[in-house]
């Protein structure tokens, strides 16, 4: 499960801890029963937004969970349905990754990055992240664990690469890049290896997502020579590339439903707003319209999970972990040393969750933040990453 667009990411391990201890492993929740929908209500003609929850059936009543000034946007349910990820501009003019129960309750920042990271997705058995993040230069695709803390880039490129989305096994990442001219839906394995381009058309093929069963990738594609977008099917290979959706104006975001009978999107008219349809996964019959209001613009939804032993409750508050002080005995790696003395030596400090470059992989307390520094830049360490202030 997941959703497009600009965002990005970086948990500390101490409240990744947190976080995995409500969730169960993969098997658990796919395929699961079909709970409700979340996606993003933009305001038309800026960039405001909010996250907001609805029920798979006609004319159905929104919750929104955000409601914050400006962006809250492209969320992503966890794998046992009880927590949605999403991102939002609320604390500067980048965009970062948050968390939030399903109720829209604790909503809690989990990146720190001047830059954007965007599009989370849990992998399946929810121990992992993927997401994108321009914080290489290029729009790239990371991983983060999220009970090691590791972060590690899959993809590197001069093109934009995102819509990530787990195969339900783990074992694989679809995608969407632009590496080839135009956008196309790719597939790699989890740690970035063997990247494969799936299709291969004039238009636009893109926002690809992974049928329960693993055999199927639902996708977005302008190969019918307009600009406007239908829901096609393939087989996970990249063959058999068939239309499940053609109809007047644009189809785009599809999501399969936990149970895989269903296929969720985003739809617009003549208007060019966007709207919450369903439609059946076999043969694209039986259109439901969830959203209808004319002044607002639905986009990227994304489909809860509530199997039986999905799990329950909100999602767990994450806190971030204190590196330490000028004082203290936290360790720290002496690639953040630049960032400590930026944030104040002899302050709590919220440990940097990256590591900027290399380092020889020694540790160092906060207190020895200007000693490492001085004696490290241009040896061990290479400090050339942009630092927040």
């Given amino acids: 499960m997941r959703r497009a667009m600009f965002l990005g990411f970086a948990l500390l391990s101490v409240a990744a801890s947190r976080l995995l201890a409500g969730t169960p492993p993969a098997e658990a ?18 960039l405001a937004g909010q996250v907001a929850t609805a029920p798979a059936e006609e004319d159905a009543e929104v919750t929104e969970l955000t409601s914050t000034p400006g962006l809250n946007a492209v969320s992503a349910w966890s794998p046992d349905g009880t927590c949605v990820a999403f991102h939002s501009q609320r604390d500067g003019g980048d965009q970062e990754l948050y968390v939030t129960g399903a109720d829209g ?4 920042r989990l990146t720190v990055y001047p830059g954007y990271d965007y599009n989370p997705t ?24 999220l009970e090691t803390g590791s972060m590690k880039q899959i993809t590197k490129n001069t093109a934009i690469d ?9 074992s694989k990442i679809a995608f969407t890049s632009a590496r080839d001219g135009n956008y196309e839906v790719y597939v790699m394995n989890a740690d970035g290896t063997e990247q494969v381009r799936l299709t291969d058309s004039p238009g636009d093929d893109l926002y690809p997502d992974w049928s329960p069963d693993g055999m199927s990738i639902v996708f977005a594609t302008q190969r019918t020579g307009t600009l406007e977008r239908d829901i096609w099917v393939m087989d996970a290979d990249g063959g058999n590339a068939m239309p499940l959706l053609t109809r007047a104006g644009s189809d785009s975001e599809p999501a399969y439903s936990p149970d895989g009978t ?14 919450i349809f369903v439609v059946s996964s076999s043969d694209g019959s039986g259109l439901v319209q969830v959203t209808n209001l004319d002044s607002v613009d639905d986009r990227g939804p994304d489909w809860q999970s509530t199997g039986s032993e999905a799990g329950g409750g909100l999602c767990p508050t994450v806190t971030p972990a204190i590196c330490g002080d000028a004082n203290a005995d936290a360790e720290i790696k ?42 490290s830049v241009g040896q061990e360490v290479v400090l050339d990453c942009p630092l927040a202030v």
């Fill in 122 to 145: 849990f992998s399946p058995d929810g121990r992992q992240l993927a997401f994108v993040s321009n914080r290489d230069g290029e729009f790239e695709i990371f991983v983060f664990g």
């Fill in 162 to 170: 995102f819509t990530p989305v787990w195969s339900p096994d783990g």
């Fill in 262 to 275: 269903m296929v969720v999107f985003s739809g617009s008219g003549a208007s060019g707003l966007g709207h």
């Fill in 29 to 46: 929740a796919f395929p699961g029963d079909n709970g409700i929908l979340t996606f993003t209500r933009y305001a038309p003609g800026n």
């Fill in 334 to 375: 002496a690639s953040d040393a630049l960032s400590i003395l930026r944030r104040a030596v002899g302050s709590s400090l919220v440990c940097p969750p990256l590591r900027c470059d290399t380092d020889s992989g020694g540790t160092v307390v906060a207190s020895d933040a200007l000693r490492v520094l001085q004696f």
């Fill in 105 to 108: 309750g604790e909503q809690t």
